[in-house]
């Protein structure tokens, strides 16, 4: 049974920084591209970013670039995403995902996912 583990999350003021991170289980690892998203109340699901199987490709989203940064532990199993500079348009729940294909940034691509994790970001 495959699970992703997101943790980290909480409340931060603008300016702050938070790190993500998702444990996954069940899976060959290495073998998926893995990304996060996030989803404010009242729109819909967003690509914030993602890595590729060995960490020679990432992807930001525009509103992200310069501020939030993705890494990958292979060993462990461990997605990372950090994020500085947060701003209160941050503030959404932050879903992991898997993919087999990392050219797809799209949320119907997505294999797995994680339940989320809520960041709120004050003013």
């Known amino acids: 049974q495959v699970q992703l583990l997101e943790s980290g999350g909480g409340l931060v003021q603008a300016g702050g920084s938070l790190r993500l991170s998702c444990a996954a289980s069940?899976?060959?690892?290495?073998?998926?591209?893995m990304a996060w998203f996030r989803q404010a109340p009242g729109k819909e699901r967003e690509f914030v970013t993602k890595i590729s199987q060995r960490s020679t490709y990432t992807n930001y989203a525009d509103s992200v670039k310069g501020r939030f940064t993705i890494s990958r532990d292979n060993a462990k199993n461990t997605v990372l995403l950090q994020m500085n500079s947060l701003k209160p348009e941050d503030t959404a729940v932050y879903y992991c995902?898997?993919?087999?294909?990392?050219?797809?940034?799209?949320?119907?691509?997505?294999?797995?996912w994680g339940q989320g994790t809520q960041v709120t970001v004050s003013s």
């Open positions: 069940g899976l060959t690892f290495s073998n998926y591209a």
């Open positions: 995902a898997a993919s087999s294909n990392y050219v797809f940034s799209s949320s119907r691509a997505m294999t797995y």
